[in-house]
């Protein structure tokens, strides 16, 4: 029984292994000219102009939902007054970077492990190289660059949206005024809230893009292999990212004692 186990835990660190090392060249190599500057803004538009109305739709509605889940809670306390707060906190410290990294990883990284894995299987990346062009370059690390700078700008959309929302379901309540709920909701929220928590989309869009080139890059046999690797982009990069969330959260309160919950 322990023989099992201990191959598949060496399975999981040897994976691991890789695409650090993955990682790590990608890296090394956005350091490095040339920058294929050209494919990194075609990649930022698919990963983040494309994305924005699934991202802003799900902000809206998480807003909605968050609105009315917060107002069944203080009307119990005769709190009603703290929800603009309560829900403006809870959207920008971790609801909307953590759901916004998640929305992402399942349009964003299924697409890119099945891009580049059905190129990997039909020797589209062979033909690449036979070209005298970069593959590792051209198709991982400016992916990687536009996930890296999307996730942020995608994050913001998603808060204000799930902010807007929270008014359209409180003022339907309450009839709050818009001015009134903006200066309520952003009240008790500082620096140190919103700008490391926005930041740190910037390491899930990281993972997302890493994971998902890694496993197009490793895709074998045939399309099977590339609904594999699609899958398997959506959920590594999920609970990586879940993962990484507990230990950035736990890095932003070390770093800013001073931010809401800490």
Same mark, same amino acid.
């Given at each position: 029984m322990l023989e099992p186990?201990?191959l598949?835990?060496a399975?999981?660190?040897?994976?691991?292994g890789?695409?650090?090392?993955?990682a790590?060249?990608?890296?090394?190599?956005?350091?490095r000219?040339?920058?294929e500057?050209?494919?990194?803004g075609?990649?930022?538009?698919?990963v983040g102009w494309r994305s924005l109305p699934?991202v802003?739709?799900?902000?809206f509605?998480?807003?909605i939902?968050?609105?009315m889940h917060?107002?069944a809670s203080?009307?119990?306390f005769g709190?009603?007054?703290?929800?603009?707060?309560g829900?403006?906190?809870?959207?920008?410290?971790?609801?909307?970077?953590?759901i916004t990294g998640?929305l992402v990883?399942?349009?964003?990284?299924?697409?890119?492990?099945?891009?580049?894995g059905?190129m990997k299987v039909t020797?589209?990346?062979?033909?690449?190289?036979?070209?005298?062009v970069d593959s590792f370059?051209y198709? /991982?690390v =400016? #992916?990687?660059?536009a996930?890296?700078?999307? &996730?942020?700008?995608?994050?913001? @959309?998603m808060?204000f949206?799930g *902010?807007?929302?929270?008014f359209?379901?409180?003022t339907?309540v309450?009839g709050m005024?818009?001015t009134?709920?903006?200066?309520?909701?952003f009240?008790?929220?500082?620096?140190?809230?919103f700008?490391?928590?926005t930041l740190?989309?910037?390491v899930?869009?990281f993972i997302?893009?890493?994971?998902s080139?890694?496993?197009?890059f490793?895709?074998?046999q045939?399309t099977?292999?590339v609904?594999r /690797?699609? =899958? #398997?982009?959506v959920v590594?990069?999920s609970? &990586?990212?879940?993962l990484?969330d @507990?230990?950035?959260v736990?890095l *932003?309160?070390f770093f800013y004692?001073?931010?809401?919950?800490?």
């Amino acid at each position: 029984m322990l023989e099992p186990l201990g191959l598949f835990v060496a399975g999981i660190l040897a994976w691991m292994g890789d695409v650090s090392l993955f990682a790590a060249r990608a890296i090394r190599d956005a350091l490095r000219p040339p920058f294929e500057l050209r494919e990194v803004g075609r990649q930022l538009f698919d990963v983040g102009w494309r994305s924005l109305p699934l991202v802003a739709t799900s902000g809206f509605a998480v807003g909605i939902v968050l609105s009315m889940h917060t107002r069944a809670s203080l009307e119990r306390f005769g709190a009603e007054s703290l929800i603009p707060a309560g829900l403006g906190i809870a959207m920008i410290a971790e609801t909307g970077p953590l759901i916004t990294g998640l929305l992402v990883s399942g349009r964003v990284g299924a697409g890119i492990g099945a891009e580049i894995g059905a190129m990997k299987v039909t020797e589209q990346i062979d033909a690449i190289e036979a070209s005298a062009v970069d593959s590792f370059k051209y198709l /991982a690390v =400016t #992916r990687i660059l536009a996930c890296v700078l999307a &996730l942020p700008l995608l994050t913001v @959309v998603m808060d204000f949206a799930g *902010i807007f929302g929270g008014f359209v379901a409180e003022t339907l309540v309450s009839g709050m005024s818009l001015t009134l709920y903006v200066r309520q909701s952003f009240a008790y929220i500082a620096f140190s809230d919103f700008v490391p928590a926005t930041l740190k989309t910037a390491v899930f869009g990281f993972i997302i893009a890493v994971v998902s080139s890694y496993l197009g890059f490793t895709t074998s046999q045939g399309t099977e292999g590339v609904g594999r /690797a699609s =899958t #398997r982009s959506v959920v590594f990069a999920s609970i &990586l990212i879940i993962l990484a969330d @507990v230990i950035l959260v736990r890095l *932003i309160f070390f770093f800013y004692p001073q931010a809401v919950g800490a």
